[in-house]
């Protein structure tokens, strides 16, 4: 077997088998990056890479590309640059490959995209020319042979590229089949939808472990109570525990100084994570941690506490 | 198999035929799958002839034919009313796309300026679950998948005509699109293949439709 080449610091993690954790960055409907820019420098110093995320639920944001691209220019913190597949066609997904290249971008997650209907601009054509498996086959093909549809590049990319997978699905062999399509076509990573059951957790890693690639587990921190209702109120598929949410909202009821509230929040959120995550590692069945709650950066030095423990 | 229509809003119709200077009309109705849906056939007929001429159109002849699709069909029955035909500022057809364009087709040498107007949306190729009900189950892409996915066509059950499915956005089995409400057409796959001892083929990678011959007007000649 070829020796696996490394084109980036999380992919250099990667092979090392080191214990990654990366963030997420959400740039909105602005041309000024700054806010993002102010975040990524506050994630920086503790995450390996953050990805970028591509008009998430359909609603149209900055180009991920350019923006990881002024991230990573203006602030050094390594991007994972999403693309879905779709609002461009192999031809145009190819192109921003190429680009995304030239622009030093060196980690792609290859994701499907919410469908056009539920955002902001519904009567847009959906493309979805290839899926998330076959843009990660895409990227494989233009990397490791340097060709698209066997014609040559003349200056080829060298990135790595990753691929989503959900532990909450529901039915989960569906989606477990469904990773060992996106291993076949070669995906080097993968990062999970945002988990807080520990048992499905642990019955999903274990079945997706016979594909051999890393995972790295996606966890929301809630940064307030109000965020953690809204995000089992209104993201379809992940709830959070009853528990969780009652200790969150006693947090709100009952003490009002400010920054005792922001203290005690983190507090609890490095209580719930430490254990899920221990056990996770202690099994051998996490390679690093996805952070996805944007906008709360504040919490990430106690995370690195939760994945160094 | 009926290819599903629906009404077009009679004001849209109307004002179509107002801006081309419309009076004289001949209304060709189909009489198979627009009948089926209740935008053709005698029904529709008498409905838009009503509609017409209270509108103060001057209806020359209106007609129900069976196969206004087949270019045979509709020649011979333009045949037998060639005068209307003639005299008639424009045709109004109560059928789907192919029936106007099947009227177009089969009038373009004897008379190649006559208007075709239509009464209706087509909106898919259908399966009747029952009258009133209809699905759209077959896009006629021409590469046929059925075979290797249980009888169940990801290119009209999936929202995102993925061909590897289902993704992110299904959730206990059902779609982002629809608010949840309708099922998932990968996960109504895999149920299929899992029931039939194929979940083999539910594993297989599959490449991305092929689209390089979808640049120009398909076309089949068997003979």
Redesign the interface.
Known sequence: MAEKKIYSKLGEMISKGEFVLTGELEPEKTCDLSHTIQEAKEMAPYVVAANVTDSPLAIVTINSMAASHIIQRETGLECVWQLTV?DCN?IGLAGQIMGAQALGLRNVLS??G??T??GDVPEAK?V???????LV?LVREMVDTGKINDNEIEHPPTMHVGA?A?PN???M???I??I??KA??GAEFIQT?VVYDLDMTIEFLRAIQKYKVPVFLGIFPMKSYGIAKGFDMFV??VDVPKDILAKWKSVKTNVSDKKEQKDTYDQLNYEFFKPFISELKSKNLLNGVHCMAVHYTRIFPKLNKVIKG | MVVITTKKPVDEVLKVLKENDVRSLVVVSCGVCAALCQTGGTEGLKKWTEILEKEGFDILVGIVSEDVCDNRVMMKDLRKIDDSVKDADAILTLSCGLGVQSIVQVLSKKHPNKKVFVTNNTEFMGMTERIGRFRMRCLGCGDCLLNETGGICPVTTCAKALMNGPCGGMVDGKCEVGNYERDCGWVLIYNRLKAIGRLDLFSKLREPRDWSDSGHQREVIFR
């Open positions: 779709r192999k994701l499907t919410d469908h209907n539920l959906p979805f020319d290839l899926d998330s498996a076959t086959k989503a959900n699905a529901d039915p062999e569906a989606e089949l469904k060992g399509r076949e076509a939808q379809p598929g």
